[in-house]
């Protein structure tokens, strides 16, 4: 979370690409029916009366089913009573931003650190404290192992090497912003998950009315999440539209730009194992994104109001169906991969 504190110093696309953020309409405050940022008619009038359940933003951005089964084995109004399965992915996503989360808030406080050697030894600490106290979660993760690329140990040698890049960061970020006279990192806050829940009103927007951003930062109108996995997903990028929607429908005060702070958990593709870092990507939450999350929210209320789950994709489309919480489900009503 450091990197992203010392990437958005660097790049400051608040002053270098004002006009993408300029004159956006699809605010989560707008309520003229032309904008259709509010929902309307039925969608609105089943959530009213708890007819249906209401999407959250990952239900609408996280669009890794191609026909969304997936969606509609979660919120569809004929969906089985069979749970989902735990996936080496989820549950390896969990456990980075544990990490993450823990490194950021333990370390912010403290004096920055000033040589390799010394980052390297406290971050080794950290992992090591880490790795002890969350023992339990990383025994699942090793019984959820079910590819050799999907490895436990790695995973946290690679959460250790991007640690050390986090406390490189910090300091960078310190010395860039002060010219060295102070090493402490009180400059730009950013609230991070467990102190941040916003509650937009779903009749509204037709979001649920819990939303957990992963960070924000208020100054500068930025909202961000934590991803993980195997790539980068361009859809990856409408939960920070969803998420800007639900903060300005409850505030009633703007969110121009997105964080995605990608790791990469394992390389099926790799030839040897690399060593990867955390990818950041901002970008403004402009007024195509907002309007593309809007299309898929309505889309997504079409599909769980139907009396049956959307098809199987196509043959050549089935790539993400054995990363799936539902494969099992999918492969006993028929689904060959
Ligand atoms: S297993 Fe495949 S078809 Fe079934 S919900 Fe998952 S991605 Fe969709």
């Not at 050799?148 to 970020?173: F, Q, T, V």
């Not at 970008?283 to 109001?305: A, H, V």
Request: with cysteine.
């Amino acid at each position: 979370m450091f990197q992203v504190i010392a990437m958005w110093n660097l790049t400051r696309p608040d002053l270098e690409m004002k006009d993408s953020v300029e004159n956006i309409k699809l605010r989560g405050y707008n309520s003229k029916p032309e904008d259709k940022v509010f929902l309307t008619g039925q969608f609105a009038i089943k959530i009213k009366n708890k007819e249906i359940k209401t999407l959250s933003v990952s239900d609408i951005s996280d669009r890794y089913c191609p026909t969304r089964r997936d969606l509609y084995y979660k919120k569809g109004i004929n969906r089985p009573s069979r749970h989902r399965e735990p996936t080496w992915g989820v549950t390896a996503g969990r456990i980075v931003e544990d990490f993450l989360f823990d490194l950021f808030s333990k370390e912010m406080p403290k004096k920055n650190s000033r040589a390799y050697q010394i980052i390297r030894e406290i971050n080794d600490q950290f992992s090591n404290n880490f790795h002890t106290s969350n023992q339990r979660k990383l025994n699942k993760l090793s019984e959820l192992m079910e590819r050799d690329y999907e490895d436990p140990d790695w995973l946290l040698k690679l959460l250790n090497s991007n640690g050390r890049a986090e406390l490189g960061m910090k300091l960078l970020h310190s010395l860039m912003f002060n010219g060295s006279k102070d090493l402490d990192l009180n400059h730009l806050k950013l609230n991070i998950a467990h102190s941040l829940k916003l509650k937009p009103r779903p009749t509204e927007i037709g979001i649920s009315s819990c939303v957990e951003p992963d960070f924000l930062i208020e100054e500068y109108k930025v909202v961000g999440d934590i991803k993980s996995g195997i790539e980068f997903k361009p859809f990856y990028q409408l939960t920070c539209a969803g998420y800007a929607l639900a903060y300005e429908n409850e505030k009633n005060k703007d969110i121009n730009w997105g964080i995605i702070y990608f790791f990469p958990t394992r390389d099926p593709f790799a030839y040897v194992k690399p060593i990867t870092f955390a990818q950041i990507y901002i970008f403004p939450i402009d007024g195509k994104l907002r309007e593309r999350f809007l299309y898929f929210r309505n889309q997504d209320y079409n599909t769980i109001l139907k009396d049956k789950s959307p098809k199987f994709p196509k043959v050549n489309n089935r790539q993400h169906c054995e990363h799936c919480q539902f494969m099992k489900l999918c492969k006993s009503e028929g689904l060959k991969i």
